[in-house]
Each structure stands twice: as structure tokens, then as C-alpha cells.
């Protein structure tokens, strides 16, 4: 690729501006932004106005533009316009998990028919290099779990909540004004975003592409008092932990928010921080952490695709090419809490065993072993009273 790389880029929003900074701090690389396509054209912008229009085309009929970089918050208008740009064979870098998760088959095919790269390393924890070290890193260690915290806006909320005592709501407006949230928070309290994240994690360390509706994702919406003393009473934390593991030649995965005892790693992982913890046969366990959110950390990951593109990198999708016949599954038991009220309860019926139940004018909850295959259909989940974590014994 032409070593001075011209860019377009979608969006100029947390990301859009992380990325300028970024760019504009770094000598190392060549590469500099020719226009910017954004929505409104009536914000004040802190940069030159010549920079920006309103037109795709604009960018993705310029020949001199060599790479589009897609930041923008909606997806099918990314998905749109990645599409168009890999068509026209200009290579694409995007930050945009929720896009790349709904279409990852397409992606993956218009890749190849375009013989174009398409690189999405801040995608999944921002700042931390996930994509491109599962992808050459562990290409030869036989991986058997990845898991950890990928949501920087819900970490935030969560040690606000334990650390100073803030309440939910206030954790949340705070993480939305450090542009940690998502423009749609629902992503991240709900474990979309997660669920996402791990699905693009899943088909680089496993080799398995997934629909987002085939991964269990239950958010942090639901949790009450009841549950944070609890877990204090246990010296743990709650963290919103995505997993995916193998074990013999069966893959799991799921996104619940978790106790965290203080002895575990993931415990010490605060604020927009994430964490990733990876275990392999050969490597043994491994620790990564980072910025999960912001635009200046986002920027950087953005950035280092766009320098892997100047040595033309490109993902080979090298687990799903070496036909590892892992195959996914429902089928593990997990240990749960759940808390409830009096009116609704879950169905003891749906858990292998109950280890604890109490039941008291304060709280209600039990403690029991239920198949992850039963969670994800029980109806009771979606009463707002009802509330689940995850407990110690399943990191
Ligand atoms: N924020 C983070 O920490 C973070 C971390 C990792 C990944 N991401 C991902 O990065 C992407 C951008 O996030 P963000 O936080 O930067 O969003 P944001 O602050 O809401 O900015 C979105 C930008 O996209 C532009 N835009 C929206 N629709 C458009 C369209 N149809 N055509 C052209 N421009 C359009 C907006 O234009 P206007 O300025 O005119 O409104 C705005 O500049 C998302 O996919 C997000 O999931 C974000």
C-alpha cells in the first residue's frame, strides 16, 4: 500500500477526535485525513470547516483516498458504507462492534471477493491489541478460554457503585459524560456491547462465528441493593464478565455480571479499565489490561490498524481456516445467585441443585446449579425484580 496513506473517515464524534489527536501527536506514521463525513453539519467543529462534508461519496469516489476509517454510532449506515468502500477496494479500518457482530458473514465474504482488508482491533476492548494477538500471537497455542471485562462503561458504573457509593443512575450519567457510555446505553447495561465484542473474540480464538442472538447476554440493569450487599458480605465485586471457553471440543459463551472475589485478577480491574485474562495449554495464563473506552485510547487502537495497513496486514482468519471442528454449545452448568421479591420467584425447577435459600423480610434469594441451555430460555429472567450473578466458583 502507498506508504503516505490517505484517509477518509466516518465520524467525528469521541473516536473520530480521538483519532485526529492521536494522528496528530504520532510522527511514526504517514498517513494523513483528506475529509470527514459526519451527520450534522450544523455542530461547531474544533477544526477547520474544509475538512468536513455530508457526502459519502464524497470519500468513497476520491482516488486518492486509500483507506476509509468507519467511526460512526449507527450501523447500518456503516454497514452500508463499509460495504461500498471494500467494493471499491479501499481497505477499511471501524471501531463499530455492534455493526461487525450483525454482519460478520458478509464482512467476512466481502473481504474475500474484494481481496480487501478490513481491520477492527478497536472493536472489542479499545486500547488493549486483542484482534491481532489472538489472530498471530496464540496462532499455535491450543487457547482454552478467554475471558474478562469488555465493557469499559459498565466497569465504570460498577466501581463507582462499590468504591464511592454512588447510586446507578449517577454512575451512568457520569460515565456518559466521560464518553465512556455508548450513544445508546442500553448496549452496554444490557451486555449487548459485550456480547458483541465477544463474538468477534470467539472467531478469532476459536474459529466459531456466531449470530448475536445464539450468545446469552443478561446486563447489569436488574442488579438491587440487596445484591451489592451481598457480594460485599462476600468480599467480592460484581463485574460484567464475557466468557468464552473450550473444553475438549466444545465452545460456551455468555456475558452475566459475576462475583468477583477480591484474590481474582479481574477484581483490581477499575473504572473504563478492561481486563482480558487468556489461558492456553502451552502459554498458561495471561493478563491484559487497558482503556476499554475513550476517544484518545480508542484513537490508538484505530491508528495502529491503520499502520498495519501500511505493511498490508490483513486478518487470515487463521482459526477458521484450520477446520478445528470446535463446535458451540449450550450445554454447561453454571453456579447462579438469584435474588427476587415475594411476588416472583424463579422456577426451582429449571436448577440441577439449590446449595442456599433465604428467605427473609429484606431479602429473597438461592444459590444453585442451572444449565446454561435452561437459563437462556427461562422466562422468569425478564422479571425487573428478579436479578442474577454469576457466583466465584465459575471464573
Ligand atoms: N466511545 C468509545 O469509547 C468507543 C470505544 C470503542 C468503540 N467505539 C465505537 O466507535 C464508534 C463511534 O463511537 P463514538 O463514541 O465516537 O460515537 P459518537 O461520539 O456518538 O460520534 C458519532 C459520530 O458519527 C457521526 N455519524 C452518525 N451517523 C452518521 C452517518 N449516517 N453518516 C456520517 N456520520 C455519521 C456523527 O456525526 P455528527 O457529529 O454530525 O453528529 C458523529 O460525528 C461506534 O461504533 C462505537 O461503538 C466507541
Not at 472493536?123 to 499455535?140: G, K, Q, T
Not at 448475536?212 to 458480605?233: C, Q, S, T, V, W
Not at 463485574?239 to 471440543?249: H, Q
Not at 480508542?298 to 498490508?312: E, F, N, Q, R, W
Amino acid at each position: 500500500m502507498n506508504r503516505n496513506i490517505k484517509l477518509g473517515v466516518f465520524g467525528f464524534g469521541c473516536v473520530g477526535q480521538g483519532l485526529y489527536n492521536v494522528l496528530h501527536q504520532t510522527r511514526g506514521i504517514s498517513a494523513e485525513i483528506k475529509k470527514i463525513c459526519i451527520k450534522h453539519p450544523e455542530k461547531t467543529r474544533p477544526i477547520d470547516a474544509s475538512f468536513f462534508t455530508t457526502s459519502r461519496d464524497e470519500i468513497l469516489n476520491d482516488p486518492e483516498i486509500d483507506v476509509v476509517v468507519e467511526l460512526i454510532d449507527e450501523v447500518d449506515a456503516a454497514f452500508e458504507i463499509v460495504s461500498a468502500a471494500l467494493r471499491k477496494k479501499k481497505a477499511v479500518v471501524s471501531a463499530n462492534k455492534k455493526m461487525i457482530a450483525e454482519h460478520f458473514t458478509e464482512l467476512l465474504e466481502l473481504q474475500n471477493q474484494y481481496a480487501t482488508p478490513f481491520l477492527y482491533e478497536a472493536s472489542c476492548c479499545a486500547s488493549i491489541p486483542v484482534i491481532r494477538n489472538l489472530e498471530e500471537y496464540y496462532d499455535n497455542d491450543l487457547l482454552t478460554s478467554v475471558q474478562g471485562i469488555l465493557n469499559g462503561s459498565t466497569n465504570y458504573i460498577l466501581t463507582h457503585i462499590f468504591e464511592n457509593g454512588k447510586r446507578f443512575d449517577e454512575a451512568l450519567h457520569d460515565a456518559q459524560k466521560l464518553g465512556y457510555a455508548e450513544s445508546d446505553p442500553s448496549l452496554d447495561v444490557k451486555a449487548l456491547d459485550p456480547k458483541y465484542k465477544l463474538l468477534i473474540i470467539l472467531v478469532h480464538a476459536f474459529g466459531i462465528v456466531l449470530k448475536p442472538e445464539n450468545i446469552f447476554n443478561y446486563g447489569i440493569d436488574h442488579l438491587k441493593n440487596e445484591d451489592i450487599r451481598y457480594a460485599r458480605e462476600k468480599n467480592s465485586r460484581i463485574k460484567l464478565i464475557a466468557k468464552c471457553a473450550k473444553i475438549d471440543n466444545k465452545v460456551f459463551a455468555y456475558v452475566m455480571p459475576q462475583l468477583v472475589s477480591e484474590s481474582d485478577t479481574l477484581n483490581k480491574v477499575a473504572y473504563e479499565y478492561n481486563g482480558l485474562l487468556l489461558a492456553g495449554a502451552f502459554s498458561e495464563h495471561q493478563f491484559f489490561m487497558g482503556k476499554g473506552a475513550g476517544g484518545n485510547s480508542t484513537g490508538s487502537a484505530v491508528l495502529s490498524d491503520i499502520s498495519a495497513l501500511t505493511y498490508d496486514y490483513r486478518y487470515e482468519y487463521k482459526k477458521l481456516h484450520q477446520q478445528l471442528n470446535h463446535s458451540y454449545t449450550l450445554d454447561k452448568m453454571l453456579e447462579l445467585y438469584v435474588s427476587y421479591n415475594g411476588e416472583f420467584k424463579p422456577d426451582i425447577h429449571d436448577f440441577e441443585n439449590i446449595s442456599v435459600r433465604h428467605e427473609s423480610a429484606e431479602c429473597n434469594y438461592l444459590v444453585g446449579k442451572i444449565n446454561l441451555a435452561k437459563l437462556a430460555t427461562a422466562n422468569w429472567l425478564n422479571e425487573p425484580s428478579i436479578s442474577i450473578l454469576l457466583t466465584e466458583n465459575n471464573l
